[in-house]
């Protein structure tokens, strides 16, 4: 917030920041005669600030840092003489600092003879007028006042006041430091206030400045207004009245063009996510609204083709980025094709990877995109936070594509969601599914590249005439005259390695990675999962992940290099299998649930316990020691101990045998039912009746 040499007012008093460390600030009255740097905490400017106390305003001495220094006179000679006194005391922030300062100022005195007095005299000087050696220049062309504004004390120039009451006010330097500030303060800023608010504001400030004054005896708003007009410059107003983020982006002087930067086709590329104005319905279940989808653009900023693109509905983040860059690298034959769409590399020649990627800030970041710095040599550039401008090619990319659809397909996203009465809300009437979108902007995306002239392409020198401003002409040109063939990847490889990673942790029971276990031949071939103490596991290895299923991963099982082993789930982890990332956090996130709730009623069982515990621990203690006079030794009951077990097991074997449940109820009386009892005693045996017919 605070820099070094900014001058700021005060309680009508001009200062300046002469030297700032992380906790105080040292600053200085560049009008005092006397004195010496203060230092101030930073929590109190701080404070400050935001109760409006201080002003920035402009550097009266700034004209010095301009000033040519003058040689070889004897104006030189008296410069430098002023100079070379106080050029031992600034070396470094010791002069702020009494001890050493006074230390430094006695080595000076004793080489140099001169007064204490004009030694801090310059000191003063070279603080004041900005710390620099221009500092020490005499003031000779102020003499005989040139520029410097007249001052009327008694009554205003000009004529006098013909309507109304009162007399005219003459404008001093006390009522334009009033203007300056009511100006500052309400003025030049961004909270849009309006000039007569500053003058209502103003005129309070006099009136209080003023007893004596009244309404009609003030300076007018016609003063008031030809000193704000004449002081401030157009650009400073601009400036200071908008928003840096709106300045940055809509308002700043334009001085070169994007294409300027690119040299050729893959040269740079800029790459940027939006959520489009449409509202889609499922392929599956066409009744289901699923919201809108999140669209990304990779653009050749030489050629405007779009190099690659992704739509679904997982939002902007680095793993989706990662998916429209290897979009961008391969062809887009069989991207196409999967949507019926028959095409071949001559309509879609991207192939390859570029020299630079412009992204947001944040998107391209992490340890995740060294592969493309450290491996493919692909420079990385992240715009500032509200820089929408600094990729303006990609995002006037996505108004062009979206003004295509948006006056035929319903569901389109406008105004408000709030409809008058009547009205039907634009999100019931989305009927496009997620398939027919994708091939409509597949569509858009094939004619701009092959057939849309660009009217405000700003094209070199160098490109003949005969080559029309065509994204597809223009890059089948460059590769031929500009910076060549692009360099060329291995997707597989790049797909992999561009996924999101995270730190694993090896064990016996597998690889784990966000709390799921993974094995692979490689990692029991190294030992790694062997239940020995002596094993030894490697520490900090990288694992990467495709958000799209949790059933593999990558691990890279040597930071030095990008060789890495496909990682299977484990049957201890087999609830997860078939998941993708986010059904298993969601999944992981309500067992915590589940878990904490069992946790919290298991508490007051565990509590019971304990009390249980406690109270048989005190009836035994307590039994023991009733009977503590009658019992044996210690010796003899630790002798009786096998004895007394062999008793105890007999006991239980006892009292645990199994005992046969008899009826307990009395027997019926039998009634015969014959009069004779019958005899259900075997037949007698006679071998004749078992003889065959044979032996007869």
């Not at 063009?257 to 590329?269: F, I, K, N, V």
């Amino acid at each position: 917030m605070w820099r070094v040499n900014q001058v700021v007012l005060f309680e009508d008093k001009t200062y300046r920041i002469l030297y700032l460390d992380t906790v105080v600030l040292f600053w200085m009255d560049i009008h005092a005669q006397k004195g010496f740097p203060e230092s101030v905490s930073l929590s109190t400017m701080h404070d400050r600030a935001i109760d409006g106390l201080l002003l920035n305003v402009d550097d009266p001495f700034s004209y010095l840092q301009s000033e040519v220094l003058p040689k070889e006179t004897r104006q030189a000679q008296e410069f430098d003489n002023k100079y070379k006194l106080i050029a031992p005391i600034i070396i470094d922030e010791g002069m702020f600092y009494k001890e050493a300062r006074a230390e430094r100022v006695s080595k000076v005195l004793d080489e140099y003879k001169v007064g204490k007095a004009t030694i801090y005299r310059l000191l003063r000087r070279y603080w004041q007028r900005g710390q620099i050696k221009a500092a020490m220049l005499s003031d000779y062309k102020n003499s005989g006042g040139a520029g410097k504004r007249r001052q009327f004390t008694t009554q205003k120039p000009g004529p006098r006041r013909q309507f109304g009451k009162g007399d005219s006010v003459a404008i001093t330097e006390g009522i334009r430091k009033l203007f300056r500030r009511s100006i500052e303060k309400h003025l030049m800023n961004d909270k849009g206030r309006s000039i007569q608010y500053a003058y209502r504001q103003f005129s309070k400030a006099y009136l209080f400045h003023n007893p004596e004054a009244t309404e009609e005896n003030k300076p007018t708003f016609r003063q008031f207004d030809f000193f704000y007009q004449s002081e401030y410059t157009k650009a400073e107003k601009i400036d200071s009245q908008t928003s840096s983020i709106t300045y940055n982006k809509d308002v700043r002087p334009m001085h070169g063009t994007a294409t300027e930067q690119a040299l050729g086709p893959g040269s740079r590329y800029e790459i940027d996510a939006t959520i489009a104005d449409i509202y889609l319905v499922s392929d599956s279940h066409p009744d289901d609204i699923i919201g809108r989808p999140t669209i990304y653009f990779v653009i050749d900023v030489f050629s405007r083709m779009v190099t690659g693109f992704y739509i679904g509905f997982d939002n902007p983040s680095y793993p989706v980025a990662m998916k429209a860059l290897v979009s961008s690298f391969g062809s887009k034959v069989d991207i196409c094709k999967r949507y019926g769409i028959t095409i071949d590399d001559s309509q879609w020649p991207c192939l390859g990877i570029p020299d630079v990627v412009l992204a947001d800030k944040g998107e391209l970041m992490g340890h995740q995109s060294d592969y493309l710095v450290k491996s493919l040599c692909v420079n990385l550039e992240n715009s500032a936070s509200g820089r929408s401008d600094a990729k303006g090619i990609v995002e006037r990319s996505f108004n062009t594509v979206q003004a295509k659809f948006k006056p035929f397909l319903p569901g389109v996203v406008t105004g408000s969601k709030i409809k008058k009465h009547g009205d039907k809300d634009y999100r019931v009437e989305a009927i496009m599914t997620m398939h027919d979108f994708v091939e409509i902007i597949i569509f858009s995306l094939l004619s701009h590249n092959q057939f849309k002239p660009l009217r405000k392409y700003d094209r070199a020198r160098d490109i003949p005439a005969s080559v029309p401003s065509i994204p597809l002409h223009l890059w089948n040109w460059g590769l031929q005259n500009r910076t060549g063939k692009l360099r060329s990847v291995d997707i597989n490889m790049a797909q992999v390695l561009l996924l999101p990673r995270k730190r694993a942790t090896i064990s016996e029971d597998g690889v784990k990675l966000w709390g799921v276990l993974y094995t692979s031949q490689e990692v029991l071939k190294a030992g790694w999962l062997h239940r020995d103490k002596s094993v030894n596991r490697p520490q900090g290895l990288f694992a990467a992940y495709d958000l799209g299923s949790a059933n593999h991963i990558y691990l890279f099982s040597d930071d030095k290099s990008n060789n890495f082993w496909v990682c299977d789930i484990t049957s201890r982890s087999r609830e997860f299998r078939d998941m993708t990332w986010y059904e298993v956090w969601e999944r992981q996130a309500e067992h915590k649930q589940t878990q904490a709730q069992a946790q919290n009623s298991y508490v007051p069982v565990e509590r019971e316990l304990d009390l249980l515990i406690e109270e048989k621990v005190k009836k035994a203690k307590k039994i023991a020691k009733a009977r503590k006079n009658e019992a044996s030794s210690d010796a003899e009951r630790i002798r009786k101990i096998k004895q007394n077990k062999r008793k105890a097991r007999e006991e239980e074997r006892r009292d645990t045998a199994i005992k046969p449940s008899r009826s307990t109820k009395e027997s019926a009386d039998v009634i015969p039912i014959a009069d004779k009892e019958e005899s259900y005693k075997l037949p007698t045996f006679i071998p004749e009746l078992f003889d065959d017919d044979e032996d007869k």
